[in-house]
């Protein structure tokens, strides 16, 4: 089952690839992310086993975000039917192919990511994701993206560079314990398994020379993944990457890849709290989470390009889910269902945005006004979006939002409740003025009724409709399997 | 007997301080290649206890690749970019030489502060990888060519490299061929960037790759 | 720790012949260099013996002082004469040690060489001609980032032998030290040339030869002087290309046998064999551009360090 999730979207990458055909290539995408979905699903009844010597493994964190991620594709290979017919630069047809063939590929390094357990395996995977990504970064070809290909290109590999390292510290932090060694040693590396199930029952009898390695190795794998991740001040390459992409680019880049890279963070925060490390760890966690915060809150306020403006805001959901696993126990619950709400609000946010962006030509919020006259679906899904991904009632964040300063208010920690608090508000302000501008107000004349028209097409709709729908239910009401799996992903991370 | 160990960690840590002071990218493509040469000495100097099969063949290749495809790889590139030097860089070059002595003592500094739990083959070895990494992370920062900064994040993988050969025993051998695998793709991906910068930007002058702000319209 | 004075007068006879060696020696360094550069040249260079008859040439003129010149301009050669003889005293030259040591000398010689070159700067500066002015502010920036350099090596040096006395330095180091601790004796002896090089005003970091006045460096800041002054000069600056070329020699060629004569027959062959070295750089490079000379010494600063580094741990 795991390998067929793997390998599925690498067949059809290769297929897509060689059969240039337009057609067939949005018919392969599509089918092929049906056809992932379900099987993400059916392994919530029917968990899948472990192959390789349990060096790939779905566990329910894996599960989670794998989910996520499949949804998230789904709807961006739906919106992609109307994405490539409608645009207007005239592109041959053998690059779409390769967009194509690029964003399977990218489907496949991150389920990759989510199924694997064992460390090095991992960086290997989530270094893949970043080198699939930046094809699909470049579509366009013009300078803005080249510039932003760039920046990711070279900020990303460098940070999993330092995340390398780190991972080699690990493996120094576990490599002379006595007696141990010999049952779970790894035949293929001749050493120490990095196997996570393993090292969570080595790591918790480490002397301290050996402490401080694994601290060491968790600052690098923290730097390494949290650059990756979005976390500030390593968050550079975002806000170019994800406002230059292609729509549905930054719908993947923003809700699936950022949760891959936390998952890398979150296996080593496993490891250290095994280690009785988790004390060090969560500082870290929740200093970079508030100073994500504060940076995003800054950058929002008089923000003039509304696709920059949703990068911000992942950078300040990041940062909220970094500061609820830092907190522990509920926190780390509404940190991951955080994850799920604000996947799906901002995969939606930016699928809607790439509407706007298509019938005005242009991603200043000077510019883009009067949505409801000319693009009324769009404008009223982008309204009630700004209610999700500011956390007000009814919608899912809230929940989780609230679950989190609760917690922070539990633990008596005044000061980090106070932080969320006044940047969520700073938050809201800049992103209010923001959203409520390109909605409301008289339209630019220069816009044809006729090219907002095409704008609207059903394929362009219905996925943000898919999207929002279940956040709206989880402000209400969690499903009883969703709340388990939660449950025991918070059990796994000292939650609950 | 004189350490060879020490000899080529040292002859490590004075090519990084050329890199800090030179500004001429045919020299970094020449240090690249002795450094590179240097690192996969050390790694068959460290390891003659246990030369496996498997040690030889990743040295080799990561030689061969290292020693020969990416200097032709990036003479080709500086070649086409008519570009011979660092005209204008961020921090300059004797400046960055006097950063680089201070990032030598900083790194012996930490390096003397982690304990080893395991035998390591000299007491240099952590120091001067951090010294590497941190000259790469430097070069990238303060130079302001396209070129130097994939040369600089090779630096940086060859510390990286020569931390992981240095403790073979302890290492993963995935993460070995990982290192490989992400230098090779790495490269070939820049390198396809960096013929696109130089059509649409036409010039290799980073600074200039500003035009996204987030401010103004 | 330093200042605990325990002056040893080590005064055999073998240090002081040593010292009346360098005295009587020393000017033939420059013959040396020269007739190799002429080597080079295919020319035949001037005699071996002409520095003697330069210096005796000047003794014998009178000196010619300038009104705006004051006290400072007429003692700055016999002061930096006198200290670099006092110099030669600290300096452990043919294997022997030196005649006088205490602990931390070697920050004494570097300081006795500081104010010989204080003392020639404050004589061009006192002439009140930019020329000068050019020469002594060239001059000193670059001495200010070898003194470091210097310094740094020295120490290490020291630690090495773990001893801060120069004599007890220098006689610790033979062939085997260098089997030991080889990579820092190397790095610290390269330090020690490049400083060599720029403290006696040599290429790569200045022409002695020059005479185009906007490239000199050490030329020009003795222009002034003439006659027994111009003498005194001239003499102090081969004496402190010996006192160099001893520390250096001293790493390189550390002969310690027996019988004395053959360590000073070993150590004449040194430092003529450097004075050769010194020709050779000069006909086979060309002078850096000034622009290049801070990186220059920063590199030999950079080689001390990391010897010192490697000593401390």
């Avoid at chain 1, 192919?97 to 989510?114: N, R």
């Avoid at chain 1, 020379?209 to 690098?220: A, M, P």
């Avoid at chain 3, 000017?27 to 002429?38: D, E, M």
């Amino acid at each position: 089952m795991i390998a067929s999730l793997m390998l599925l979207p690498v067949v059809a990458a290769i297929l897509v690839f060689f059969i240039k055909r337009q057609s067939w290539s949005k018919r392969i995408l599509v089918s092929t992310s049906v056809i992932h979905l379900t099987l993400v699903l059916v392994s919530w009844n029917k968990p899948s086993p472990a192959i390789f010597n349990g060096w790939f493994a779905i566990d329910k964190v894996g599960l989670l975000f794998l989910t996520i991620v499949s949804i998230l594709f789904l709807t961006a290979s739906i919106y992609s039917l109307g994405y490539l017919v409608r645009s207007t630069e005239p592109r041959a047809g053998k690059s779409d192919s390769a967009f194509v063939a690029c964003l399977l590929l990218f489907l496949a390094t991150m389920t990759m990511v989510t199924a694997c357990q064992q460390f090095e395996l991992l960086w290997v995977a989530i270094e893949a994701t970043t080198l699939a990504s930046a094809p699909l970064i470049y579509f366009h070809r013009n300078q803005h993206s080249l510039e932003a290909t760039w920046k990711y290109l070279i900020i990303c590999s460098v940070s999993i560079a330092l995340a390398l390292l780190g991972n080699f510290f690990l493996s120094i932090s576990i490599s002379s314990l006595p007696g141990v060694a010999s049952v779970s040693s790894d035949s293929l590396s001749g050493h120490g398994s990095m196997v996570l199930s393993e090292l969570l029952k080595r790591v918790p009898a480490l002397e301290s020379s050996q402490i401080v390695w694994l601290r060491t190795s968790f600052v690098f794998l923290f730097v390494g993944y949290g650059t990756k991740m979005g976390l500030a001040p390593l968050h550079t390459w975002l806000p170019d990457a994800h406002s230059e992409a292609p729509s549905l680019v930054s719908s993947l880049l923003s809700g699936a890849s950022l949760n891959c890279a936390f998952l890398g963070i979150l296996r080593a925060f496993q490891v250290c709290g095994a280690a009785h490390q988790a004390q060090f760890a969560q500082t870290i966690l929740v200093s970079f989470g508030l100073f994500s915060l504060a940076f995003a809150a800054v950058f929002i306020v008089r923000q003039n390009d509304f696709k920059r403006l949703l990068a911000y805001s992942s950078v300040e959901h990041m940062g909220l889910l970094s500061i609820g696993v830092g907190l522990g126990g509920t926190g780390v619950f509404a940190s991951m269902f955080h994850a799920v709400n604000h996947s799906l609000t901002k995969a939606m946010l930016f699928l809607l945005a790439g509407n706007l962006l298509h019938v005005y030509g242009s991603k200043s919020i000077q510019l883009v006004r009067g949505a409801f006259k000319v693009v009324p679906y769009t404008a009223l899904l982008w309204f009630l979006g700004l209610f999700a991904i500011s956390g007000l009632p009814p919608f899912g964040t809230f929940v989780s939002e609230f679950l989190l300063l609760k917690t922070a208010f539990d633990q008596g920690r005044y000061f980090v409740a106070a932080a969320i608090l006044f940047f969520l508000a700073v938050v809201f302000v800049g992103m209010a003025s923001a959203f409520l501008k390109i909605v409301m107000g008289p339209a630019p004349e220069q816009i044809s009724v006729k090219h907002s028209k095409s704008a609207e097409h059903l394929f362009l709709i219905v996925p943000p409709v898919l999207l929002i729908i279940p956040t709206l239910v989880f402000g209400i009401y969690i499903p009883p399997f969703l709340k388990q799996a939660l449950e025991t992903v918070a059990r796994l991370f000292g939650g609950i | 007997m004189v350490s060879v160990n020490e000899g080529l960690l040292v002859g490590l840590v004075l090519t990084n301080l050329f890199y800090l002071a030179t500004g001429r990218l045919g020299t970094y493509v020449k240090l690249f290649i002795v450094q590179t040469l240097l690192v996969s000495f050390f790694g068959l100097v460290v390891n003659q206890g246990y030369l496996s099969t498997r040690v030889i063949i990743l040295s080799v290749i990561g030689l061969v690749i290292k020693a020969f495809v990416f200097p032709a790889l990036l003479t080709k590139s500086i070649r086409t970019a008519k570009l011979k030097r660092e005209i204008q860089p961020l921090v300059g070059f004797g400046t960055s030489l006097f950063i680089g002595i201070l990032m030598f003592g900083l790194s012996s500094w930490l390096g003397s502060r982690m304990p080893m739990p395991v035998e390591a083959s000299s007491r240099l070895v952590v120091p001067v990888v951090f010294f590497t990494v941190f000259t790469g992370l430097f070069l990238i920062i303060s130079r302001s060519k396209a070129i130097t900064e994939v040369i600089s994040y090779l630096v940086l993988e060859n510390g990286i490299y020569l931390f992981g050969i240095s403790f073979v025993k302890e290492a993963p051998m995935l993460a070995e061929l990982g290192v490989l695998l992400d230098v090779t793709v790495a490269i070939f991906v820049m390198g396809i960037v960096i013929r696109h910068l130089r059509t649409e930007f036409e010039s290799l002058d980073v600074n200039k790759l500003s035009t996204l702000k987030d401010w103004g319209v | 720790m330093i200042f605990s004075m325990n002056i040893g007068f080590f005064g055999n006879f073998s240090s002081v012949l040593q010292v009346t060696l360098a005295l009587v020696f020393a000017p033939l360094l420059f013959g040396v260099i020269n007739k190799t550069k002429a080597f080079f040249g295919g020319r035949k260079g001037f005699p071996l013996l002409q520095t003697y008859f330069d210096l005796a040439k000047l003794v014998r003129k009178g000196a010619v002082y300038s009104k705006t010149t004051s006290w400072v301009f007429r003692a700055g050669p016999v002061v930096s004469l006198a200290v670099v003889l006092m110099a030669l005293f600290f300096v452990p030259m043919g294997g022997s040690r030196s005649v006088v040591a205490f602990e931390g000398d070697f920050l004494f010689l570097a300081y006795c060489l500081g104010v010989m070159r204080f003392f020639i700067v404050i004589a061009a500066l006192d002439t009140g001609s930019s020329f000068e002015g050019m020469g002594a502010s060239r001059e000193v920036q670059f001495s200010a980032l070898a003194e470091p350099a210097l310094l740094i090596a020295l120490a290490a040096l020291a630690k090495n032998a773990g001893s801060l006395s120069l004599a007890v330095t220098y006689s610790g180091i033979n062939f085997s030290s260098w089997l030991g601790s080889g990579i820092v004796l190397g790095l610290i002896s390269a330090a020690i040339f490049i400083v060599l090089l720029t403290e006696n005003a040599r290429i790569p970091v200045d022409d002695p030869n020059t005479h185009l006045e906007l490239t000199m460096i050490h030329e020009v800041m003795v222009l002034d002087h003439s006659g027994p002054d111009f003498a005194a000069i001239l003499y102090g600056s081969v004496l402190k290309l010996w006192v160099f070329g001893s520390l250096f020699v001293g790493i390189l060629l550390p002969v310690k046998s027996a019988s004395p004569v053959l360590n000073t027959l070993v150590f004449m062959t040194g430092m003529f064999g450097l004075a050769v070295l010194i020709g050779v750089i000069e006909s086979v490079m060309a002078r850096m551009r000034l622009t290049y000379v801070p990186r220059f010494l920063l590199g030999a600063t950079a080689f001390a360090v990391i010897a010192l580094i490697l000593v401390l741990r």
